[in-house]
């Protein structure tokens, strides 16, 4: 961390009363016994998971013992979403509490696509480590830039198609940390689709499984019979076939979080750990991953508290990953602090950032909802696209509320883009050249060609197959949403609030 930045955060701190340690102090504090009220943190993001793919949500084909367990002793959100179904673009809110047009990573970082946030941003880890002394640790898939800007102060290693050989390995980082807070940000590639497996020379199928190539895991395999092929996917073989790969995937993620979640309470940490399970996006179908349709950005959200205080309760607060960095630093106590942070930070003539619209975390602490999960006032929620990968511009503005849910297709004149492995997906090809020309609820030219507009009722249509604009019964609740959404970009200050007035 720069020197200038160490500074900026002593200011605010001295500014707010409180002492805070350098980002790379070389006095390791590992021994020091801090308040038992300061709780450690766990945040497990999976790749590619959907919301109907658990057990506590309803699936019983899929096997997830072990999350069904964490649902049992933490809090299970049914309206928890992501705010873009894109891994990168969503990360990027993760870590930061920032909209992907205020943190500037709209989309993929690696290879060419070359997107990373923008250098004056700060990340949940930085807050934690230089706010509230926590030690940071890393791994699994990483997938965004800076690391200046998203900085841990380890990073471990395992194969992160191998979620319990991923636990193993944090077992040096759990117990050196047995008597200071940490947080640990736990990444696995399962169930995303596939693509080489470096360590392993059997070539994987569609979501990573290779028959006997995860050391140490006990998979679980599944027939095509076994698998529930949901509304918003086509009935066919094919699909059926990526099901069933997929839910092994999942499965293995299941096993691996199990081995964690062992590791925790054999440090005797469990009972002072918060842990959170989500997803970044969507199941890696079309219809789901890369929109903004329920399938895409309506994901699981598991809460354990650290102290087990509302075990097994389920809520339907509408929350989004802006506001996973807000919970959990108002969870330690800093969450006032980080907001001064940033706002000081934006106003550095030396920074040449004048977005003042964006001088603290956008991001809502949903802190009320872990104490009470019948709080009020988590009534709305929204979501943005702008790229996946660098040649998939579309984007996209989306207001939901607890029934309606509005798109603003801002490209809407161009065909809606294809990430490259839901195109060459057997499910996707096969409906493609079916006679019928549908895919589930929606016709191919539907999903290619879209309005600019798409309003839907979520509660009597919820797999957004009717589109609304048009009936003159819904006037007014488009009128409405149009007003929310603009009222929104314009208190984020997004630059696509332009394309209200031109194209």
Known sequence: MSLSLNNAILSVALLLGFSVSSCRSEKDTRDTILPS???NIVLIVADDHGTGDLGCYGNNAVKTPNLDYLASEGIRFTRAHCTSA??????????????????GHFGHQHHFHHFSAFDHVYSLPVY???????HTGRIGKYHVAPEEVFYFQEVMHANSRNALAMADSCIGFIEQNRNHPFFLYFCTSDPHRSGPVSDEPLAPDAFGNIK????????????????????????????????????????????????????????????????????????AFAGAKTTVYQPGINLPCLVKNAAGENKGMVTDAMINWADLTPTILDLVGVLPEANQLMADRVEDPKMNWNNTANESLQG???????EDVN??????????????????????????TRKYKLIWNIAWQLPYPHAADL???????????????????????????????????????????????????????LEELKNRLYAFQERTNDPWILKWDHQ
């Open 212 to 283: 006997g190539g995860h050391t140490g895991v006990e998979e679980t395999y599944f027939t095509t019979e076994d698998v529930i092929v949901p509304p918003y996917l086509p009935e066919s073989n094919a699909c059926r076939e990526e099901l069933a790969q997929y839910y092994q995937s999942v499965a293995r993620i299941d096993y691996g979080v199990g081995r964690l979640f062992g590791h925790l309470k054999n440090a005797g940490v469990w009972d002072n750990t918060v842990i959170i399970y989500i997803s970044d996006n969507g199941i």
């Open 37 to 39: 009220d300061l709780p």
């Open 364 to 370: 809502r602490s949903f802190k009320a909802v872990m």
């Open 375 to 400: 709080a009020e006032g988590f009534d709305e929620t929204y979501a943005s696209h702008t790229f996946h990968e660098i040649t998939m511009y579309y984007p996209m503005k989306s207001v939901i």
């Open 86 to 103: 894109s891994c990168s673009a969503s990360r990027s809110v993760i870590l930061t509490g920032l909209y992907n047009h205020a943190n």
């Open 423 to 477: 195109w060459v997906s057997s499910t996707w090809q096969v409906a493609l050249k079916s006679e019928r020309g549908m895919y589930a609820g929606r016709s191919i030219n539907d999903y290619t060609y879209r309005s600019e507009f798409e309003l839907y009722d979520l509660e009597n249509d919820p797999y957004e197959t009717r589109n609304l604009v048009g009936d003159p019964a819904y006037k007014d609740e």
């Open 128 to 134: 934690l480590e230089e706010l509230a002394g926590y």
